[in-house]
């Protein structure tokens, strides 16, 4: 398997709603990302797990939190989110190497719409 | 932080025609380059990449070259056909934490083949 999957694909929320991203993959890569895209723009880094430990988050406000439940999943916990949150979310898989920096496989990425 | 200047935003060719897409970077210490195509409602997807210790690489009718001294990188696409009609995003990292930094993306080339 060398993909990295998205679940859910399309997400609508509500403000004072609470949902979850989830990624998936199951190429042995201990690295994860997520990032966020907005319409037009490039991706933006928001966190890193690497080895199942957050090793970057890019002062992402609060309502936003990643969890690494084991090395093949990632997610990501919204609430009480904000229109201007509304985005695709992209989770990505990388075969960490240190001191250097391995290729990044992105998923299909969420679509999110917050009402 | 890194930052990453990509240029033109949009460029139109003729199909069969070359294409050049530049792109600098800001830290000395960013050593990994890839470059990602992203097609509408797709995730990106990753063309091809180079590191800091090469200055040319060639896939096909894609290459990129690198000068690390002034800072800048650029993407060739050669004999260009209907199909390379995308976005195109260079990025940087440092390839630091352990391996899993995280990608700074440039703002995008949308390239439009003109049949």
């Known amino acids: 398997d060398t993909e990295v999957t998205q679940t859910p694909k399309h997400l609508v929320m509500g403000m004072t709603n609470k949902k979850s991203l989830k990624c998936e993959q199951h190429?042995?890569?201990?690295?994860m990302y997520w990032y966020k895209q907005k319409a037009k723009k490039p991706p933006e880094l928001m966190f890193v797990y690497s080895y199942e430990k957050l090793s970057i988050n890019e002062s992402v406000p609060s309502r936003f939190s990643p969890e690494c439940p084991n090395s093949s999943l990632l997610n990501l916990h919204l609430h009480a989110l904000q229109p201007e949150d509304s985005a695709l979310y992209l989770c990505?898989?990388?075969?960490?190497?240190?001191?250097?920096?391995?290729?990044?496989?992105f998923g299909p990425g969420t679509r999110l719409l917050v009402l | 932080g890194e930052n990453v200047e990509q240029h033109p935003s949009t460029l139109s060719v003729q199909e069969g025609d070359s294409a050049v897409i530049k792109c600098t970077y800001s830290?000395?210490?960013?050593?990994?380059f890839p470059w990602y195509k992203q097609e509408l409602g797709k995730r990106p997807q990753l063309i091809i990449d180079?590191?800091?210790?090469?200055g040319e690489k060639k896939d096909q009718r894609i290459a990129v070259t690198l000068n690390k001294t002034a800072k800048h990188f650029s993407l060739h696409i050669t004999e260009t056909q209907p199909e390379d009609s995308a976005v195109y995003f260079c990025?940087?990292?440092?390839?630091?934490?352990?391996?899993?930094?995280?990608?700074?993306f440039g703002k995008g080339t949308h390239l439009i083949i003109q049949p």
């Open positions: 180079i590191r800091s210790n090469v």
């Open positions: 190429m042995g890569h201990r690295a």
């Open positions: 990505a898989s990388s075969a960490p190497r240190a001191g250097d920096q391995e290729t990044q496989y």
């Open positions: 830290d000395s210490a960013s050593n990994y």
């Open positions: 990025a940087a990292s440092m390839g630091s934490g352990g391996g899993a930094d995280g990608l700074t």
